[in-house]
């Protein structure tokens, strides 16, 4: 289960024009080594392209940068999402190349698929630094402001840089009291202004956008043009609590439990209103068991309301287990979890199994009762709970 929130939308669009302008800069090369280079990126993503098609995942992340570790389990990921069915008559062309220094060039990409049954055509540039004698892939050429606690990338021609970043500064100073983990240092978050190029280049395989994705060991991405900014505090604190709680369970948590964690210590932070999924808070649709969280499919769900009723129950459990048993005990469940080596969700076809049975060990062993009782206690809390917004 991947670590989404905010909004979520139905159905799909042709994907615009969203290469940036092409670099200005003072360094130029003869048009024959131009070419030369254009022709040597072009095998490099031609590469790629059969590496996807023949399934061979080490010819595929052998294009790829190891100098950024962030980007590297990325692109480990996005490889599993551009094999899969849902996902096809995938194409790649290099259709400009723009010399950068002796060592770093940006290429233009033009990228055309299938996905979901929908027919996608698109332009980005790539940033491919010379490693050695051979030319890597360094991820989307983004601008970068270095803060003191985290690198902030945004696409060219983003407006909301200061803005964004403030919102950031404030969910690390809410979330300082709260865990004794920090974030990374130097933690990326990835801004797009392109909703688009964020499912593109993030998750491809979903047939809904999104605002937000985090994923364990990889950056933070975010869809920054809502018209409310407001929303957008709750999203990245949210955000942000993913990145700290699962370096402490090693990614061994079910989703419900990660999911409702963050939504308690990010989105519930602030007013209700500011969140798709706390303003749409039906009670009656909360009195669902562990098990069927654990069953509800995300990936491909009914409606938008059986997303956030998801959503809502996971932070109904984590509220009944916080008021009942304390902030303390209750982060022992991520502590008990991560001393089992990391999950990881590309690699494991077991994931999310292996991850419901770890849950269900650490419930019994950190609160002495199993998920089932604890579902039936959850239920009769449930019905006095005092939800703000709740109906």
Same mark, same amino acid.
């Given at each position: 289960? %991947? ?361 019994? %062993? ?26």
């Amino acid at each position: 289960m %991947t670590l989404l929130f905010c909004t979520v939308f139905f159905g799909c669009t042709q994907v615009g024009q969203t290469a940036a302008q092409a670099p200005t800069g003072t360094y130029t090369l003869p048009k024959h080594e131009t070419n030369k280079l254009k022709r040597e990126i072009n095998a490099i993503m031609q590469r790629k392209l059969s590496a996807l098609k023949q399934q061979d995942y080490d010819l595929y992340l052998s294009t790829v940068t190891q100098n950024d570790v962030y980007y590297w389990n990325e692109q480990a990921r996005w490889y599993s999402e551009m094999v899969k069915p849902v996902i096809s008559d995938l194409s790649f062309e290099v259709t400009n190349i723009t010399p950068l220094d002796e060592t770093s060039l940006e290429a233009e990409i033009h990228q055309r698929h299938t996905g979901n049954g929908e027919q996608f055509d698109f332009r980005y540039p790539l940033l491919f630094q010379l490693e050695g004698d051979s030319w890597k892939d360094c991820g989307y050429h983004f601008e970068l402001l270095e803060k003191p606690d985290y690198t902030l990338k945004y696409m060219p021609g983003e407006t909301r840089v200061d803005d964004f970043a403030a919102m950031i500064d404030t969910a690390y100073q809410n979330l300082e009291p709260v865990f004794a983990e920090k974030a990374d240092d130097h933690f990326e978050i990835k801004l797009f202004w392109d909703q688009e190029m964020l499912r593109q280049r993030t998750i491809p395989s979903v047939s809904w956008l999104f605002t937000g994705w985090g994923e364990p060991n990889e950056s933070l991405k975010l869809y920054t043009g809502q018209p409310d900014i407001r929303s957008y505090q709750g999203t990245i604190q949210h955000e942000l609590v993913h990145h700290i709680t699962i370096k402490i369970c090693q990614n061994n948590l079910s989703d419900w439990l990660l999911e409702g964690t963050a939504v308690y210590y990010g989105n519930a932070y602030y007013d209700y209103s500011l969140s798709n999924a706390l303003a749409h808070m039906k009670l009656r649709n909360m009195a669902q068991s562990i098990d069927q969280l654990n069953q509800t499919n995300m990936i491909n769900p009914s409606t938008q309301q059986e997303v956030w009723d998801w959503y809502n129950t996971g932070f109904g459990y984590v509220t009944y287990l916080i008021e009942t048993y304390g902030h303390d005990q209750f982060m022992e469940l991520f502590y008990e979890a991560g001393k089992k080596p990391f999950n990881d969700s590309v690699t494991n076809e077991n994931f999310k199994q292996d991850n419901i049975a770890t849950t269900s060990a650490a419930l019994e %062993t950190v609160f002495g009762i199993t998920p089932e009782q604890i579902s039936e206690n959850y239920l009769v809390w449930l019905e006095t709970a005092d939800f703000v917004t709740a109906g």
